[in-house]
């Protein structure tokens, strides 16, 4: 009888794991459409035009009474909402652990940021200072509420399933992003049928992506639990900058995470740079036209779901930082291949696109849930919220190189293929973390697998 409460506690709990697994992947199904949607495709263009239409004569804008041109106010608004995001993480992060209760702040956090971007439905005419500051709002607010929904991986999913639980999250995302931005290009592109102007349609776009995150997010607020933890050494009310230091601080104690997020921030620095200046180089070198772009974007989100899921896969046999590796060298090749694609083709800018979702979830996914086993019990969303700023934060390196490539040479293909340094540079530093070592040093149980 005792056997049999025993194996029926099991099953109750396995299923209860189960049940907030699911609801922390609808978090990334509910917040992906604002990355894709919003950021990647809509937002700045139109943010952009809004801002030259409030310009004077000499293309400047004066927020605050500080001269900035239109054209790089959008670029700006990014830098001061990562700027936010860096200060609020920490201190988010270290109050989640203290007490205990993430799930109070991630629910402020995504409906903070929702609300902003339901709020650009309203940008119409000159108010590009309204649109500035609701980007800065929702792009510090998902960072945030992304790095809270991080720190639940390691108490949701045990050392063997959290490769596979990973991908599933980033492939639901993914999956979001696709059928969202399926439903928008077919508002803005028919715009004049549904009787729309193609402003309209574009603030729609933008609404419709905070209606899908706050509805979304009703899920992962209902399944997912807090639980309890004992006080943490985290010293409340250190501004952003100090909490982030103090837990470096405490990162040092071990050396070989430490050497992981130095790893991550390498080669991610590589990825994000090749995600934002792919549209770059495929209209300034390839001379190709933004339904092309826009369509590589749809490619890229629809391969994404199926590369997460297949890399999770090829995890589970090889383990993640092996699978990881390889995705690493796959990024190298893709790039070396774009170096050579021939202007005016899109079918081959298409395959590029194919190759770069095919390994871009997986890489991602897995760099999260091999991070999670490096996290001391107890310090998730504190050790998150540093790894959500190497995400989101500190990729700036990239974006440098291939500015100063193509300044200095006066070639997109050589400003991409300089790219190719920060998958050769990150691939030797992860080679020589040992992971298994590393696990076992921050206190966790050491996967078969890894």
């Known amino acids: 009888m005792g056997t049999d409460t025993v194996r029926a506690g099991e099953a109750d709990g396995a299923r209860a794991r189960r049940r907030e697994q699911r609801g922390w992947y609808f978090y990334d199904w509910a917040c992906s459409v604002y990355s894709t949607s919003v950021l990647t495709v809509f937002l700045g263009p139109y943010l952009t035009s809004v801002a030259e239409s409030a310009a004077d004569a000499d293309g400047f804008v004066h927020p605050l009474g500080i001269p900035v041109r239109a054209g790089s106010f959008f670029a700006y608004s990014v830098s001061l909402s990562v700027i936010l995001a860096v200060l609020a993480m920490p201190l988010v992060g270290a109050a989640a652990d203290r007490t205990g209760r993430k799930k109070p702040l991630l629910g402020c956090a995504a409906y903070v940021g929702a609300a902003a971007t339901a709020g650009m439905f309203f940008l119409g005419g000159e108010r590009y200072l309204l649109g500035g500051a609701l980007l800065i709002?929702?792009?510090?607010?998902?960072?945030?509420?992304?790095?809270?929904?991080?720190?639940?991986?390691?108490?949701?999913?045990?050392?063997?399933?959290?490769?596979?639980?990973?991908?599933?999250?980033?492939?639901?995302?993914?999956?979001?992003?696709?059928?969202?931005?399926?439903?928008?290009?077919?508002?803005?592109?028919?715009?004049?049928?549904?009787?729309?102007?193609?402003?309209?349609?574009?603030?729609?776009?933008?609404?419709?992506?905070?209606?899908?995150?706050?509805?979304?997010?009703?899920?992962?607020?209902?399944?997912?639990?807090?639980?309890?933890?004992?006080?943490?050494?985290?010293?409340?009310?250190?501004?952003?900058?100090?909490?982030?230091?103090?837990?470096?601080?405490?990162?040092?104690?071990?050396?070989?995470?430490?050497?992981?997020?130095?790893?991550?921030?390498?080669?991610?620095?590589?990825?994000?740079?090749?995600?934002?200046?792919?549209?770059?180089?495929?209209?300034?070198?390839?001379?190709?036209?933004?339904?092309?772009?826009?369509?590589?974007?749809?490619?890229?989100?629809?391969?994404?779901?199926?590369g997460a899921l297949a890399l999770g896969r090829l995890a589970r046999t090889y383990g993640a930082k092996r699978t990881i590796l390889g995705s690493l060298v796959a990024w190298t090749v893709t790039l070396a291949a774009g170096y050579f694609l021939p202007a005016g083709e899109p079918v081959w800018f298409f395959v590029l696109a194919a190759g770069i979702g095919l390994v871009l979830g997986g890489s991602q996914a897995l760099s999260r849930s091999l991070f999670s086993h490096l996290v001391p019990p107890g310090k998730e969303a504190e050790y998150f919220s540093a790894y959500e700023i190497s995400d989101r934060g500190m990729s700036w390196l990239g974006p440098l190189l291939f500015g100063l490539t193509y300044q200095l040479t006066g070639s997109y293909r050589e400003a991409i293929i300089s790219l190719v340094a920060f998958f050769v540079l990150g691939f030797a530093l992860l080679a020589r973390v040992p992971v298994r070592r590393a696990i076992g040093d921050a206190g966790n149980p050491v996967p078969e697998r890894i």
């Not at 050494?233 to 470096?248: I, K, R, W």
């Not at 792919?278 to 933004?290: D, T």
């Open 137 to 306: 709002v929702a792009n510090a607010a998902q960072s945030v509420a992304m790095m809270l929904c991080n720190s639940y991986l390691p108490q949701i999913a045990g050392p063997e399933e959290r490769d596979a639980v990973s991908s599933r999250g980033w492939a639901f995302g993914y999956a979001a992003g696709a059928l969202v931005l399926v439903a928008n290009l077919v508002l803005y592109t028919a715009h004049d049928s549904f009787g729309l102007s193609e402003g309209e349609a574009v603030r729609i776009c933008l609404a419709s992506a905070g209606l899908w995150w706050g509805a979304f997010t009703v899920i992962p607020l209902r399944r997912l639990r807090d639980r309890r933890t004992a006080a943490r050494d985290s010293t409340p009310g250190l501004p952003g900058f100090a909490q982030l230091a103090a837990t470096l601080r405490d990162m040092r104690r071990h050396p070989l995470t430490l050497s992981f997020l130095l790893a991550y921030l390498v080669y991610n620095d590589g990825i994000q740079t090749v995600i934002s200046q792919a549209s770059v180089y495929g209209s300034k070198e390839l001379g190709l036209g933004q339904s092309t772009l826009i369509v590589a974007v749809l490619l890229v989100q629809v391969l994404a779901v199926a």
